[in-house]
């Protein structure tokens, strides 16, 4: 079974800039996370969907992230402007039902300069 | 609101000893609870997870978590340290369906 895919692993970007981040979940998992994981600190859900709808978007910092899941698949989460203290790790994970334990991606590493 | 703490931030260990990763949690119902590790640069890989039933839990690479619901714990155990086994250890817990909620973690050296 193939994993949950990301990219890029590695992004290093001007403050201000925008980047956008991709996600690929293991094949017919209909729930798709994205994390957010500071160095030295837990990851922290910035938003959950189930197929292609928004379960949980309550720490999406919705003035500068954006994230989309077209037709229930891929996903795409997007900063812009970007700032510094969004340099951090950004995972996504995917599962078939929420208790079963997710499986992640290995993230895409993002500084901010 | 759910809560996960990881008392100990770094832990370092001697190969061969006995390892014990504490784990405390803040949840109004039935807890699951889960242990990740993660190794640098990596993503999360699942250890082992607590849904119902028998509060010994059996995990991947020799670990094993015991449930305590009287003190609200979940600490991960190995009997004998290996070297590959340094890495930073997560431990979360949800409510079934709903969103992971992470302890800071707690990073394990282990001392040849």
């Known amino acids: 079974e193939a994993g949950v895919a990301q990219s890029p692993r590695y992004k290093i970007i001007e403050k201000r800039q925008s980047v956008a981040f991709w996600c690929n979940p293991i094949s017919g998992h209909a729930t798709l996370y994205w994390y957010q994981q500071i160095l030295g600190q837990g990851p922290k859900l910035l938003i959950q969907?189930?197929?292609?709808?928004?379960?949980?978007d309550s720490q999406l910092p919705k003035d500068r992230f954006s994230a989309e899941r077209l037709k229930g698949v891929d996903s795409t989460l997007k900063i812009q402007p970007a700032k510094l203290e969004d340099s951090a790790v950004y995972l996504c994970?995917?599962?078939?039902?929420?208790?079963?334990?997710?499986?992640f991606g290995s993230g895409t590493r993002l500084t901010v300069v | 609101a759910q809560s996960v703490t990881q008392p100990d931030i770094h832990i370092t260990v001697s190969e061969g000893a006995s390892l014990e990763l504490r784990c405390n949690y803040s949840y109004g119902a039935t807890p699951y609870l889960f242990w990740y590790v993660q190794s640098p640069g990596q993503g999360l890989q699942l250890l082992l997870k607590?849904?119902?039933?028998?509060?010994l839990v059996q995990g991947i690479k020799g670990f094993e978590a015991e449930f305590k619901r009287s003190q609200s714990s979940f600490n991960l155990r190995k009997p004998s340290v290996h070297w590959s086994d340094a890495a930073e250890y997560f431990c979360a817990v949800t409510g079934g369906g709903n969103k992971l909620t992470f302890g800071t973690g707690t990073q394990l050296k282990v001392e040849l």
């Open positions: 994970a995917s599962s078939q039902q929420g208790s079963d334990g997710y499986t």
């Open positions: 969907f189930q197929n292609n709808g928004v379960v949980d």
């Open positions: 607590y849904f119902s039933g028998d509060t």
